[in-house]
Structures are given as C-alpha cells and as structure tokens.
C-alpha cells in the first residue's frame, strides 16, 4: 500500500477574497463580552425515588438466584363441548355440505329485465322551473336594484291608552299597599223571613 502524498498548493480549495479580507481584518475587540452561566439542574425527590427504584429491580433481577423457583406440573385441561355447541357444529356442518352438493341444473332460467322510467311531463316542468330560479338567482344583476330607505316605525300609544294603563298600575298598587286594619269591623245578620198568610 503505497503511502499518502500531501496535496500541493494550487490543489487546495480557495476561500474568497471578499472572505478572506473580512478574516484577516477582524478584531477581536469588537466582540461583546459575555459571562457564562453554568447551570447543573438537581433532580427532585420523585426523580431520586424513581431511580432508586429502578436500581433496585436491577440489582434484584442481577442477584437473582433460579434455584429458589419450585418445580411445578403444568396441566392441561380438555373442555369438552355442551349439547348446544354440538347442535350448533352440526347445523354449520350440514348448511355447509347442503351449499357445496346444490345442483344449479335444478335452477329455473329467468331473464333479467333492466327498467328506467322516464320522468313524466309534471316532474319535466317542476325541474324546468326549478332550474329557471335557479338561474335568476345566480345571474341576478344587481345593477338594477333601486336604492331604499329603511323606516322604523314606532308609534306611541295614545292619551287614552296612557290613561287606561295609569288606572290599572293605580288599581294594582292600591291592592298590593292595601291595609287591612283600616277596615271596620261588621256584625252579620242572618234574616230568614217567615211567609205570611198570603203566600201559603
């Protein structure tokens, strides 16, 4: 293998001018001077809880001795199937082998007849109109609007009404304030009048 030869000057990349002028004249002065912060973040207590968990299950599944395990026998166990299930196996069984011997030669020949109704003369019309208003709507040229002046109408009610809701808000708060012990106080009289001579 023969030995690496160093490249020559020319064989070297060039760097720009522009470049280069700008490296050879740059100062360092006039660099900003910065501090550097170092900062080393402490991990919080659940951080040191969960890692020492997690070296505990390490170590634990490390030192783990396999001749602590106890031999066991593993069994296995035959679930027969119920009457259902049996029942259910044999229908599936015999709708199969029923689908797989059919003979299609006992099949009636029928020719399929593709129908297309055409629309009648009502549902014509009703789409011709429905696309006429469609049309106007979308070619609609509002060039030929003529502008509006909205009016707002308010009208207030007259004296009368004035007056006649004045006497029911009265009648409503005269019966509301009303105070019963201004009232008098009455006897009752029961008047159960005997009929004469006359009137027998």
């Keep these: 293998m023969s030995a690496p030869v160093s490249p020559q000057l020319k064989d070297l990349p060039k760097v720009n001018l522009d470049l280069k002028s700008e490296l050879e004249g740059f100062k360092t002065v006039n660099m900003k001077k910065a501090e550097t912060h170092e900062k080393n973040v402490l991990p919080t207590a659940e951080d040191v809880k969960q890692e020492r968990q997690h ?52 099949l009636k020949h029928t020719e399929t007849q593709e129908k297309n109704p055409l629309p009648d003369k009502d549902v014509v019309k009703q789409e011709k109109v429905h696309q006429n208003l469609l049309e106007g709507v979308e070619h609609f040229d509002k060039t030929t609007m003529k502008p509006t002046q909205t009016q707002e109408k308010n009208p207030l009610p ?43």
Aim: proline share 6%; net charge negative.
């Design 55 to 106: 070296s505990e299950l390490i170590q634990g599944v490390e030192s783990f001795k396999p001749e602590r395990l106890k031999r066991t026998n593993t069994q296995e166990k035959i679930v027969l199937p119920n009457a259902q299930d049996v029942a259910t196996e044999k229908t599936q069984k015999a709708l199969l082998q029923g689908v797989e011997a059919f003979d299609t030669g006992k």
């Design 158 to 200: 007259d004296p009368e009404a004035i007056e006649q809701e004045r006497g029911k808000q009265n009648l409503i708060a005269g019966i509301e304030n009303f105070d019963p012990r201004k009232l008098k106080h009455t006897e009752t009289q029961e008047k159960n009048p005997l009929p004469t001579k006359e009137g027998k």
